[in-house]
C-alpha cells in the first residue's frame, strides 16, 4: 500500500480515482500546494482509454490507425478535423498568454523595486539568474602542502566555491567526512531550516542524485553529491539523466580505486571509471594531485550543459609542481617532457601519475614522456594538432597506468602499446600488499616498460 507507506512518512495523500477527472485532479493539486507537508497524488488511469484495445498492452507504443482513431473520438465526442483547434480552446491559450503578460509586468516592476531597496542584494541576484560567477583567479592558487589526497584537496576546493558562488547545495550518501563533501561552517539542513548548504542524504545514493538534478533543473542553485565511486552503480539512471538533460550536476566520488583497501572488493572500483566513460555527455575527470582537483572543480563549476565525476583518490599524493593547469583543462598533457619523439610515453590518471613519475626515474637510460591524462572526454574534443602534440602518432611505444580496468585504453596507447591496470575484483587487505599482489609495484612496471622499449 503505497499510500499508507507516504502516510507513515509524513507526507499528505490524495487519490484520483479517475485519471479523466479533470476537476479531480485539480483540487488535488490545490490541496498539495496548501499543504505544509510534501504531497503524493496517486492518480488511478486506464491505459489507452476510449479505445477498443483499452486496458491491455496492445494499446502501449504501437500506432493505432486511422480506424482506431476515428472510433476513438466518437467515444470522446471530438467532432473536430484534424489539427483543427475549437474557438474555445484557442481563446483560452490566448487568456493565458494575457495572463502572462499581466504578471511578467508585475515581475518586473518587483525587480525595479527590489534593485532601488537592495542594490547591493540585487547585483547578486543578478547572478542567481544569468549563473554569470566569476570564480577569480584566487580560486586556482596553487597547494602549497608537500602531500595531499585529491579527496581532501576536492574538500578545499568545495569550500573556496562556495565563496563565490554562494548557490551551491549538496551533500553526501552518510560519507560527508570520508567524501568531503560538506562546506565549513554552514550548518545542515533541517524540517525547520533551509536556508544552509549542507544536506545530509542517509544511505540512498539515487536518491541524492535525482534530488541533485531537481536542484539543478530549479534553476538559481548548483546541485553536488558525493559517495564512493563503486556506489555511483546504485545511482547510474541519475547520473545518465543528468547528462541527458544536460544538467550540470557535480559527482563528487571518493575512493577511485583498489587502493582503497581493506574494505574490499565491495568497496574497490574495477569497471567503473569505464563505465562512466562510455556514457554520452558526461565528463570524468580523474586528477593527479591537489591542483588538478582544483582544475577539474573549475571545469564543474564553468560548465552549463554537462554533469561533471570527479573521481578522487582516499591516500595522499604528492603536489606536483609540473603540473600546468592550463594544459589540464585540454584533459591530458605532458608532464614530463624528454624529447619530441622519445622512446617511450607513459600516460596516466589520478594517483598512478605519481607512480608513473617513479618508474621514469628508473628508465633514467631511456627518453621516457610523461603524460597526464585526467580527462578522457576533454582530450577527444581537442583538435588533431594538439593530441598529436601529447601523443605524437611516430611514438607507438606507449604504456598506461590506471588501477582499474585496462578495457578502452588502446584508444590511447595503440596496437603497439600495452596497459596496466585491474581486471579482477579487488581484494580485502592493505593497499601497499594490494600493489605488489596485482603487480603494480614500480619494479614490476619498470620491468614491462624496459621489454616494450626494446622489442622490435
Known amino acids: 500500500d503505497i499510500g499508507a507507506k507516504f502516510q507513515a512518512m509524513g507526507w499528505q495523500v490524495s487519490i484520483v480515482e479517475d485519471g479523466n477527472d479533470i476537476r479531480a485532479i485539480n483540487q488535488a493539486l490545490e490541496m498539495a500546494k496548501q499543504s505544509p507537508q ?53 481563446e483560452d491559450f490566448r487568456s493565458i498568454e494575457r495572463e502572462g503578460q499581466i504578471a511578467r509586468e508585475s515581475w518586473i516592476q518587483r525587480l525595479i523595486d527590489y534593485r532601488e531597496s537592495y542594490p547591493e542584494d540585487y547585483v547578486l541576484f543578478e547572478k542567481v539568474l544569468s549563473g554569470d560567477w566569476d570564480l577569480g583567479s584566487d580560486f586556482e592558487a596553487p597547494f602549497t602542502e608537500t602531500k595531499l589526497a585529491t579527496r581532501t584537496a576536492s574538500g578545499l576546493a568545495l569550500n573556496r566555491a562556495y565563496q563565490k558562488m554562494p548557490i551551491l ?173 622519445p622512446d617511450l610515453i607513459l600516460i596516466a590518471t589520478g594517483s598512478e601519475v605519481e607512480t608513473a613519475l617513479e618508474v621514469k626515474k628508473q628508465l633514467r637510460n631511456y627518453r621516457v614522456n610523461i603524460v597526464s591524462m585526467p580527462s578522457w572526454e576533454l582530450f577527444d574534443e581537442q583538435d588533431q594538432a594538439y593530441r598529436n602534440q601529447v601523443l605524437p602518432p611516430s611514438v607507438t611505444k606507449r604504456l598506461s597506468l590506471e588501477w582499474g580496468t585496462t578495457i578502452g585504453w588502446e584508444r590511447y596507447v595503440g596496437p603497439h602499446g600495452r596497459s596496466i591496470g585491474v581486471n579482477e575484483f579487488g581484494k580485502s587487505a592493505p593497499a601497499k600488499d594490494l600493489v605488489a599482489d596485482y603487480g603494480l609495484t614500480v619494479d614490476e612496471i619498470v620491468a614491462i616498460a624496459r621489454d616494450l622499449i626494446e622489442t622490435e
Open 169 to 341: 547545495l549538496g551533500g553526501s550518501a552518510d560519507l560527508a567526512s570520508s567524501n568531503k563533501t560538506t562546506i565549513s561552517d554552514a550548518g545542515f539542513m533541517t524540517a525547520d531550516s533551509h536556508g544552509v548548504p549542507n544536506i545530509h542524504f542517509g544511505v540512498r545514493e539515487f536518491a541524492m542524485a535525482a534530488i541533485g538534478n531537481g536542484v539543478c533543473l530549479h534553476g538559481g542553485l548548483r546541485g553536488y553529491c558525493g559517495t564512493f565511486l563503486v556506489f555511483s552503480d546504485y545511482m547510474r539512471s541519475a547520473i545518465r539523466h543528468s547528462a541527458l538533460m544536460g544538467m550540470p550536476m557535480i559527482y563528487i566520488m571518493t575512493h577511485d580505486s583498489i587502493l582503497v583497501g581493506q574494505d574490499g572488493p565491495t568497496h574497490q572500483p574495477v569497471e567503473h571509471l569505464l563505465s562512466l566513460r562510455a556514457m554520452p555527455n558526461l565528463v570524468v575527470y580523474r586528477p593527479a594531485d591537489a591542483n588538478e582537483t582544483l582544475v577539474g572543480w573549475r571545469l564543474a563549476l564553468e560548465s552549463q550543459d554537462k554533469p561533471y565525476v570527479l573521481a578522487l583518490g582516499r591516500h595522499d599524493v604528492p603536489v606536483l609542481s609540473q603540473v600546468n593547469m592550463q594544459d589540464a583543462t585540454k584533459g591530458a598533457y605532458i608532464l614530463e617532457k624528454d624529447a619530441d619523439e
Open 38 to 90: 510534501p504531497s503524493l497524488i496517486i492518480v488511478h488511469t486506464v491505459i489507452g482509454y476510449g479505445s477498443r484495445l483499452q486496458g491491455t498492452n496492445k494499446i502501449h507504443s504501437n500506432p493505432v490507425g486511422p480506424d482506431e482513431v476515428s472510433y476513438i473520438k466518437a467515444q470522446y465526442g471530438w467532432k473536430y478535423g484534424e489539427f483543427e483547434v475549437p474557438d474555445e480552446v484557442a
